[in-house]
């Protein structure tokens, strides 16, 4: 509903405005879902610069307070948690939504800590070990379209803080972002707390589609986040015919930002291939270790053109967020370390070989599964994922509905379930797959 709380907000700053709207919501003036005036009236009404109203938005929209639709306008947020990658309240159910690798599949980190170990390190220093930086320019350079040496590396606390500050240095509130659908469910906030408006680009077998890319553009996108392998939730990655497809439409946009989320890397059975040709301007490629050294090591390799890397460098300020550097040495002595290396090999072999188990599995019940890369199963049900959900929770198992990753909450009903499988037992997997079967089957009929 459409209030006139531009009669109640106050301020000659963006900081004093975000502040009096805050001041609204704690005295319940202002809930969940109501309306606040456009920008330009609210910038009439106080007398502002329009860019002040935008960037009171904005700042509101970081910390949760507000939500923009883009044309549908800015409302207050609802106080409902949104989805979340890794959590659910499974209760007494198996919970097949995890999407979390195989803790006996993770490297010993005890050699690594011991690496860890010496020299403090001070105020004023380099961000980045030398010796992990070697080692991931080594990583990096054989994927990006730079000369090894003009390459840059920044390094932030994981993959999705390091999308969240690359949009940030590179979009205002507004402006559009392209996302894959369904998309990562991380990615789905940081567009809804930016302000930014996601414009859906279709994924299929080979990953993001040509005409969903060149739809988007034409829709005047400035940032297109993409995974390249091992896309989640579908476990799609690019072939090479789609990316040099990809790569021929984006040729005529150099300078829109194409961020590639690397994350699965090491464990991935698919070769890379990158959106980005040798002529764009704006890219960056970025690996995280959480799936492979384990999600507490909250660190990821950026790879990105000059100009990105220095607006970049401006929200990593030395002193304040930089990268542990007890992180950086834990994981360069894990990842030069051949046995772990072995180990992680084992792992990726480990999620395709379970995973392509229980496809097979599915499609002898009659449900046909073709199993992508990743951690988790994108499974059709041939009915709304929900209702089949819904059944298999009165069979004991808490599954993860499409439904959480589509960006537009109207589109129609999802009909995918993504299952994370890799560590069930044989029993366990014969028993969900037969209740699979049964649950869709009470759904359709």
């Known amino acids: 509903m459409s209030t006139d709380h531009d009669q109640v907000i106050r301020g000659e700053t963006a900081a004093e405005i975000a502040d009096s709207v805050r001041a609204l919501v704690d005295r319940g003036e202002l809930i969940p879902g109501q309306s606040l005036p456009s920008v330009r009236a609210l910038a009439e009404r106080l007398g502002v610069n329009r860019n002040t109203a935008v960037s009171a938005y904005r700042t509101l929209a970081r910390s949760g307070v ?4 883009g044309r549908g306008g800015t409302r207050i947020a609802q106080r409902a948690p949104l989805a979340q990658e890794g959590f659910a309240a499974a209760g007494a159910l198996r919970d097949l939504g995890t999407g979390n690798p195989d803790p006996r599949l993770i490297p010993d980190l005890a050699p690594g800590l011991a690496a860890a170990a010496g020299r403090p390190v001070l105020y004023g220093e380099p961000v980045i070990d030398p010796d992990l930086e070697q080692w991931a320019r080594d990583w990096m350079s054989p994927d990006v379209p730079s000369e090894p040496a003009a390459l840059h590396i920044t390094l932030t606390s994981g993959a999705v803080d390091a999308v969240e500050r690359l949009l940030t240095q590179a979009l205002m509130r507004d402006d559009a ?4 659908d369904p998309c990562f469910l991380a990615s789905i906030q940081i567009a809804h707390l930016g302000g930014y408006r996601a414009i859906p680009v279709p994924v299929d077998a080979e990953g993001m589609t ?4 060149r739809a988007a553009l034409d829709q005047g996108v400035r940032a297109v986040v993409c995974t390249p392998r091992a896309q989640n939730p579908t476990g799609a990655s690019l072939s090479a015919r789609r990316a040099a497809e990809l790569r021929e439409v984006l040729a005529e946009h150099p300078y829109v930002l194409v961020i590639q989320d690397d994350y699965f890397s090491f464990l991935s059975r698919r070769p890379f291939h990158s959106l980005v040709g040798p002529g764009h301007r704006r890219w960056a490629l970025l690996r995280s270790v959480s799936k492979f050294v384990g999600p507490d090591m909250c660190l990821a390799v950026t790879a990105t053109d000059p100009d990105t890397a220095g607006r970049l460098a401006l929200r990593l300020s030395p002193g304040t967020t930089w990268v542990s550097h007890l992180l950086q040495r834990i994981t360069h002595a894990v990842m030069t370390d051949p046995a772990a290396l072995a180990l992680i090999e084992q792992a990726g072999a480990h999620y395709a070989a379970r995973n392509h188990t229980f ?5 002898a019940h009659g449900l046909p599964v073709a199993a992508g ?4 199963l994108w499974v059709p049900v041939l009915a709304p994922a929900r209702a089949v959900a819904e ?8 599954v993860r509905t499409g439904d959480d990753f589509r960006l537009e909450p109207g589109a129609e009903p999802s009909g995918h ?3 994370t499988v890799h560590d069930l037992e044989e029993d366990a997997a014969a028993a969900l797959a037969s209740d699979l079967a049964e649950a869709v089957a009470a759904s359709t009929g």
């Open 391 to 398: 059944q298999l929770m009165r069979r004991g198992w808490l």
């Open 177 to 180: 972002v392209a996302l894959e």
């Open 210 to 213: 040509v005409d969903g890319l």
């Open 417 to 419: 379930l993504r299952l």
């Open 66 to 69: 507000v939500v923009s639709l």
């Open 359 to 363: 496809a097979a599995r599915l499609t």
């Open 373 to 376: 890369d990743g951690m988790s």
